[in-house]
């Protein structure tokens, strides 16, 4: 992480404001043009000390896009604990019971690298993890071969810099937008790459 001073704070507090402004008036976000999904549960995990609220917006636009938002159940993330990494999974775990669809799980930050841990733990639950501005280079369990990944990143993030929110799977896919690190839950760019990667097919496990 890089130094991050008053200023730096003062502009990923505002930032997120004029990107969510944005967001409401693009057609992406009301599904003009999006491909429409098939129904899959959707497990959305915010970043740290964030809670389900924030990540509204997203998870009325993936209903709308054709999916099921499953909220986290989280008022405030706490941080790294295997108790949250098995009380996610038995919540992603859930959906697939009820659905019999495996979960894709999209995830803000921490979240996002939470969500790969999940996804480590119980990959026959789990398809794809696309990870928003999250610090993957924490990452220290192997990706398995029948989970997708997708990471987003941008080099304005002064949260969380590129290089260390990037998937380093050979496998998975890495994508540059511009933005804040906040303001990835209310980019227009992260919702169109979002709806192509969460239509994206399943691996091919060889």
Do not use: C, K
């Not at 909220?71 to 604990?81: A, D, K, Q, V």
């Not at 896919?173 to 192509?196: D, K, Q």
């Amino acid at each position: 992480m890089d130094e991050f001073g008053l200023a730096d704070l003062a502009d990923e507090l505002w930032r997120p404001t004029a990107e969510l402004a944005l967001l409401m008036s693009d057609p992406v976000y009301w599904g003009v043009g999006v491909t429409r999904g098939d129904g899959r549960p959707v497990l959305v995990l915010p970043g740290l000390y964030g809670g389900d609220h924030y990540l509204r917006p997203l998870r009325d636009w993936l209903g709308r896009a054709g999916y099921t938002p499953v909220p986290s159940g989280l008022n405030r993330n706490p941080g790294w604990s295997d108790s949250l990494i098995r009380e996610l999974g038995d919540r992603a775990e859930a959906s697939f019971q009820s659905g019999g669809q495996r979960v894709a799980i999209v995830g803000h930050s921490l979240g996002g690298l939470q969500g790969r841990s999940v996804a480590a733990r119980r990959p026959g639950v789990i398809r794809h993890v696309v990870a928003l501005g999250s610090p993957l280079a924490m990452a220290r369990r192997p990706l398995p071969r029948q989970v997708r990944m997708t990471a987003l990143y941008s080099r304005g993030d002064r949260i969380v810099s590129h290089p260390a929110a990037m998937e380093r799977d050979p496998r998975a896919t890495n994508i540059e937008v511009t933005g804040s690190h906040i303001g990835l839950v209310f980019n227009p760019a992260v919702y169109r790459e979002l709806a192509r990667a969460l239509r994206a097919p399943d691996p091919e496990v060889v």
